[in-house]
């Protein structure tokens, strides 16, 4: 019974440790070791090579090693017919509201203002909004988007949130398809995108979707948070938005080009927040465990969960 890991950006060693404890009576091999094509049950993959499933024959189940899947499923040769599983996790869900919450809240308190005038010894009480006259547009309301949001209500913020299919959900006004987004977009004060990576979501956070924001908003301007994925955003965009205004500031978690390259004017952008694909740190030994449940489960005839559909994209 084999098992291919390929874990690019985290210390592999540490996940094969955590899944061979796990799981003592399988064969680990890690992609790196393989020379020939080979023959295995189930892979376990972030970030995998181009070859990889060039190589691979015979695969039962293919687990991402995130929520994400457009790491797999844009290889080439990515085998559409094997059931591929992806995260979902009560922590890693947690972290993430944490994160939009945090950053919400760091606008709503105006904390880059007050950190000016402390710099300045300035003692200066502006106005403050309150959280309900700020508006909150969530991008995506899957397992994620969808906590974010109800979290955000409960910190009494006034929060939208758009998806593909209609959803009707406590406290949150809802948004669906093309139209659904400049409606909700017209009413947004910080746009936070929880989206996954899909055809249809390339490149939709530029120039002419943050045009669409209002800037009269209680915060004096819209504000971006983006947390899904990079190649969502184009970059040059969010700095022309940011340079005449129609941006007011953005938080950005992901990137067109990861790390982000130190040529990148973002980092040194004045209103621009960057955090290094951090936002929902996964715990290793949860996906870990989750990862031999499911073999397990599905070894027992039961069926795997959260299993992605591959027409949908995620
Ligand atoms: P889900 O699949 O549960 O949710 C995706 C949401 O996006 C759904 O509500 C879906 O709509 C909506 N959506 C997808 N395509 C469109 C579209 N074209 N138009 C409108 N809405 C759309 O994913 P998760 O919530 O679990 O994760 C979201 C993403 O977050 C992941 O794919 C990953 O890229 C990113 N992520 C980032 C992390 C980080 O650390 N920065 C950590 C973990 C995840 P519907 O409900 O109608 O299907
Ligand atoms: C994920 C991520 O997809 O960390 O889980 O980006």
């Given at each position: 019974m084999t098992i291919i890991l390929h874990v690019h950006d985290w210390d592999e060693l540490d996940w094969l440790k955590n899944l061979s404890g796990l799981m003592p009576d399988r064969n680990f091999l890690s992609y790196s070791q393989i020379e020939n094509d080979i023959q295995a049950d189930y892979a376990i993959l972030w970030k995998p090579p181009t070859q990889l499933f060039e190589k691979i024959d015979g695969l039962k189940a293919i687990f991402s090693l995130g929520a994400g899947v457009d790491h797999i499923v844009n290889v080439a040769?990515?085998?559409?017919?094997?059931p591929l599983v992806r995260v979902v996790d009560?922590?890693?869900?947690?972290?993430?509201?944490?994160?939009?919450?945090?950053?919400?809240?760091?606008y709503l308190r105006q904390y880059s203002l007050l950190n000016q005038q402390q710099t300045n010894k300035i003692w200066h009480k502006g106005y403050q909004p309150s959280a309900n006259e700020v508006r909150v547009g969530v991008l995506g309301l899957g397992e994620l988007g969808l906590d974010a949001a109800q979290k955000l209500s409960v910190m009494g913020f006034n929060v939208l949130g758009w998806s593909r299919s209609e959803k009707l959900i406590d406290g949150v006004k809802c948004f669906h398809g093309p139209d659904g987004l400049d409606t909700m977009?017209?009413?947004?004060?910080?746009?936070?995108?929880?989206?996954?990576?899909?055809?249809?979501?390339?490149?939709?956070?530029?120039?002419?979707l943050f045009a669409k924001l209002p800037t009269n908003g209680a915060l004096g301007g819209p504000y971006l948070i983006n947390v899904?994925?990079?190649?969502?955003?184009?970059?040059?965009?969010?700095?022309?938005?940011l340079d005449d205004g129609t941006l007011a500031g953005a938080t950005l978690d992901v990137f067109e080009v990861e790390p982000l390259p130190t040529t990148s004017k973002l980092w040194t952008h004045p209103n621009v927040t960057i955090t290094p694909h951090n936002g929902a740190d996964s715990s290793p030994r949860a996906i870990c465990q989750n990862i031999a449940d499911?073999?397990?489960?599905?070894?027992?005839?039961?069926?795997?969960?959260?299993?992605?559909?591959i027409d949908r994209g995620y």
């Open positions: 040769g990515f085998p559409k017919d094997v009560k922590d890693l869900t947690n972290r993430m509201s944490e994160y939009v919450v945090f950053h919400c809240l760091r977009l017209a009413q947004t004060d910080i746009l936070v995108s929880l989206l996954p990576l899909t055809p249809q979501t390339d490149g939709l956070l530029d120039y002419e899904g994925r990079g190649q969502s955003q184009r970059e040059a965009g969010i700095l022309k938005a499911q073999i397990a489960r599905f070894e027992a005839g039961l069926l795997l969960e959260n299993v992605v559909s």
